[in-house]
């Protein structure tokens, strides 16, 4: 398993995997994953991702996918990384998360990002 090959990258899975179960549980359809546990940093410091929220109801949610105070930190503490509805503003610009996640911080460029058919799980 190319992205689970530690013991760290264990651990960001099972909280990864915990985040996408609950919202495949309120009916998401698809989550996007980003960051540098989807890279070959050794060492990567935690998952960011965003989800679709069509279909997906806000009552059967899990609280803290909604909780973005403190630089998301219940997020952090329950998952180990940081998940946003993708149609939400990720900047200033008006940019959304799921367009933000597609564009590399350091040059600018396009870059992918990985879907996940949240039905197929």
Excluded: H
Aim: net charge neutral; with cysteine.
């Amino acid at each position: 398993m190319r992205f689970g090959a530690t013991s760290w990258r264990r651990q960001l899975f099972g909280g990864l995997r915990a985040a996408v179960e609950a919202l495949k549980g309120a009916g998401c359809r698809t989550a996007y994953i980003d960051g540098s546990f989807v890279t070959a940093k050794e060492v990567p410091g935690d998952f960011d991702g965003c989800w679709d929220t069509a279909e997906v109801n806000p009552t059967a949610l899990d609280p803290v996918l909604l909780t973005f105070s403190s630089s998301r930190a219940a997020q952090k503490a329950k998952f180990g990384g940081e998940m946003f509805p993708s149609s939400s503003r990720a900047n200033p610009e008006g940019q959304t998360f799921f367009d933000f996640f597609q564009v590399d911080k350091e040059t600018g460029k396009a870059k992918g990002i990985i879907g996940l058919d949240l039905r197929s799980l």
